[in-house]
């Protein structure tokens, strides 16, 4: 039993504005995908929840009662809006397609994502999506707005926009000091080593026999390794007390300021290598591509003058 203040379902609202308007069951039911028939018991339907009729049902024809033709005034209107308004959101949702963003896995976790709020606080419209992948995208190929990549000036490109560069210094939990000191590069022979696997040698500036070499104990036997497919699962492993890892300036930052981390001593060699902007060829004409480029940058600053 139906509810007297009970509104008609809205298929039947849409069944009876197409019967309706073409004054036809079979007609409404090709634009519904129904049967003339499916049409027909969808229309007794509506009439038994009414109470009223709402169509003469005449040999080979279809006409509105009185009833019908008031219902229809308003059903029709109804339905106008609804499609308009569909339609009107459907163009917005084309037009607010989604901020595709390119960078490392490493860059994306320690970086990009625990600032990520701030932009979307004062930018709740744009719809921002990561993608982490090792591999050097095309933007236009595909589908991409902007890519965060690393490496030396010479292969970022003439338009790319640089961020900060990047230094490499030890870092551990502040937890494993207390147990082993470690005051100078010698000490890193009492402990633990987080190092990232890398068997072809494609980050070299990741490895420790890189940084002891510079730091002059090139010889150095720790009293172990850790190996691991992945800086970001480096650092939470250093956060854990498991040993000592290789911090990357921009991306410990925010570890060192809440001491989570700590950097015995700390590289003084000027980066060679850097973090940069790269913003696709159409993307560039996009309002909110380049207001997320500013944001880039201005956290990029921030950290530069807090370091």
């Not at 490895?207 to 691991?228: I, K, Q």
Request: aromatic share 8%; with cysteine; hydrophobic share 45%.
């Amino acid at each position: 039993m139906t509810k007297s203040n009970a509104m008609p379902p809205l298929d039947l609202l849409v069944g009876f504005e197409s019967a309706a308007r073409h004054l036809s069951f079979t007609k409404a039911g090709e634009e519904l995908y129904l049967t003339q028939s499916a049409v027909s018991r969808q229309m007794k339907e509506l009439e038994d929840q009414l109470g009223v009729p709402l169509f003469q049902r005449r040999h080979r024809a279809l006409a509105l009662t009185d009833a019908g033709q008031q219902f229809y005034a308003v059903a029709a209107q109804v339905i106008t809006t609804m499609r308009a308004a569909t339609e009107r959101l459907r163009a917005q949702a084309g037009k607010r397609r989604p901020l595709a963003v390119t960078t490392t896995a490493s860059f994306a976790a320690l970086w990009l994502i625990p600032r990520l709020a701030g932009f979307t606080r004062a930018h709740p419209e744009v719809d921002v999506r990561i993608t982490a992948d090792t591999r050097v995208q095309d933007l236009e190929r595909d589908g991409l707005d902007i890519a965060l990549r690393h490496g030396p000036a010479s292969l970022a490109g003439p338009n790319a926009i640089r961020l900060f560069g990047e230094r490499v210094f030890p870092v551990c939990s502040p937890k494993l000091l207390r147990k082993v000191p470690l005051k100078k590069p010698e000490d890193l022979k009492n402990h633990v080593l987080l190092q990232y696997h890398d068997p072809d040698v494609r980050h070299p500036w990741l490895h420790w026999n890189t940084w002891l070499e510079v730091a002059g104990v090139a010889d150095l036997r720790p009293a172990g390794r850790l190996s691991f497919s992945g800086y970001e699962q480096i650092i939470p492993a250093a956060i854990a007390g498991h040993g000592v890892a290789l911090g990357r300036s921009p991306l410990v930052k925010d570890l060192l300021d809440s001491r989570e981390l700590v950097a015995p001593f700390k590289s003084k060699a000027d980066p060679a290598r850097a973090y940069f902007v790269v913003v696709g060829r159409h993307s560039a004409q996009r309002p909110e591509v380049m207001e997320f480029v500013a944001w880039l940058k201005a956290e990029a600053a921030r950290d530069e003058a807090a370091a």
